[in-house]
């Protein structure tokens, strides 16, 4: 019987003047989430550290929900998402500064039994990836305009790495009255790793250097989360990174 254990790690990068990131492991619960926030030089902080703490509140209860089997994951982790919406907003009324306040989400959980599945939920363009016998597999969509472009042929691949809107979101936790997350669901297998991560790693690594530093030790997840957060930084950490490494543990 294998359990799941994330390591996460954040740092504020060379640029940044403040850490607009968060994140969340709760092993024993099975969930885990980055949230990066968006909105004013305090809000941002703010409205990612108010996901998070939903999330924490609330992740016992979604579990149970998900290993019990009574209610659809889609609806537990579409309602999860949404009290940590109403939460930032709730947030944003009491406090004008924090006006206009939001952050991305990217939510994992794992089901282990009978057999183990991972239900992940997002909104806004952190993202997941599954690292799965050298092959890295992205299984998220961002939530932005450039990737609305990608998907309407209006840009190439290549020219959306440099476009001037390509940060910006079509999605985000506290913008709007209410938000639709993506939900998927996959296999996972005991030798699989999870990634969740900000977009400052995303920014400063492609798909494959991602691929390259998953590959390059030990899949220890303590060593893969370190040596992705370092090759952000030292490819020049233009903007908070955040990353949580999930891996099966034998029991």
């Given at each position: 019987m294998s359990t799941w254990i994330g390591i996460g790690r954040s740092e504020i990068g060379l640029v940044r003047t403040i850490n607009q990131d968060a994140f969340t492991v709760i092993d024993e619960v099975g969930v885990w989430a980055v949230a990066d926030g968006m909105g004013g030089h305090v809000g941002g902080?703010?409205?990612?550290?108010?996901?998070i703490a939903t999330v924490q509140a609330e992740a016992g209860t979604s579990s149970n929900l998900l290993n019990n089997g009574h209610a659809s994951p889609a609806d537990v982790l579409t309602d999860l998402i949404s009290r940590a919406h109403e939460a930032i907003l709730s947030r944003a009324r009491s406090k004008s500064k924090l006006k206009g306040m939001g952050t991305t989400l990217v939510l994992l959980a794992i089901v282990s039994a009978p057999v183990p599945i991972a239900y992940l939920a997002h909104v806004g363009d952190s993202r997941a990836y599954r690292f799965r016998s050298g092959t890295l597999t992205p299984l998220t969509k961002d939530h932005t305009l450039i990737e609305k472009y990608l998907e309407r042929g209006i840009l190439t691949a290549e020219s959306a790495k440099t476009h001037p809107e390509r940060h910006v979101l079509t999605r985000a936790l506290g913008v709007g009255s209410t938000v639709k997350p993506t939900i998927t669901a996959f296999p996972i297998?005991?030798?699989?790793?999870?990634?969740?991560?900000?977009d400052g790693l995303t920014k400063m690594l492609e798909d494959e250097d991602i691929r390259t530093e998953f590959a390059a030790g030990e899949l220890d997840p303590t060593q893969v989360c370190n040596r992705l957060v370092t090759a952000a930084i030292d490819r020049g950490g233009e903007d908070n990174v955040t990353v949580v490494v999930v891996a099966s543990r034998s029991s």
């Amino acid at each position: 019987m294998s359990t799941w254990i994330g390591i996460g790690r954040s740092e504020i990068g060379l640029v940044r003047t403040i850490n607009q990131d968060a994140f969340t492991v709760i092993d024993e619960v099975g969930v885990w989430a980055v949230a990066d926030g968006m909105g004013g030089h305090v809000g941002g902080e703010v409205a990612a550290q108010t996901a998070i703490a939903t999330v924490q509140a609330e992740a016992g209860t979604s579990s149970n929900l998900l290993n019990n089997g009574h209610a659809s994951p889609a609806d537990v982790l579409t309602d999860l998402i949404s009290r940590a919406h109403e939460a930032i907003l709730s947030r944003a009324r009491s406090k004008s500064k924090l006006k206009g306040m939001g952050t991305t989400l990217v939510l994992l959980a794992i089901v282990s039994a009978p057999v183990p599945i991972a239900y992940l939920a997002h909104v806004g363009d952190s993202r997941a990836y599954r690292f799965r016998s050298g092959t890295l597999t992205p299984l998220t969509k961002d939530h932005t305009l450039i990737e609305k472009y990608l998907e309407r042929g209006i840009l190439t691949a290549e020219s959306a790495k440099t476009h001037p809107e390509r940060h910006v979101l079509t999605r985000a936790l506290g913008v709007g009255s209410t938000v639709k997350p993506t939900i998927t669901a996959f296999p996972i297998l005991p030798e699989d790793l999870v990634l969740l991560c900000s977009d400052g790693l995303t920014k400063m690594l492609e798909d494959e250097d991602i691929r390259t530093e998953f590959a390059a030790g030990e899949l220890d997840p303590t060593q893969v989360c370190n040596r992705l957060v370092t090759a952000a930084i030292d490819r020049g950490g233009e903007d908070n990174v955040t990353v949580v490494v999930v891996a099966s543990r034998s029991s």
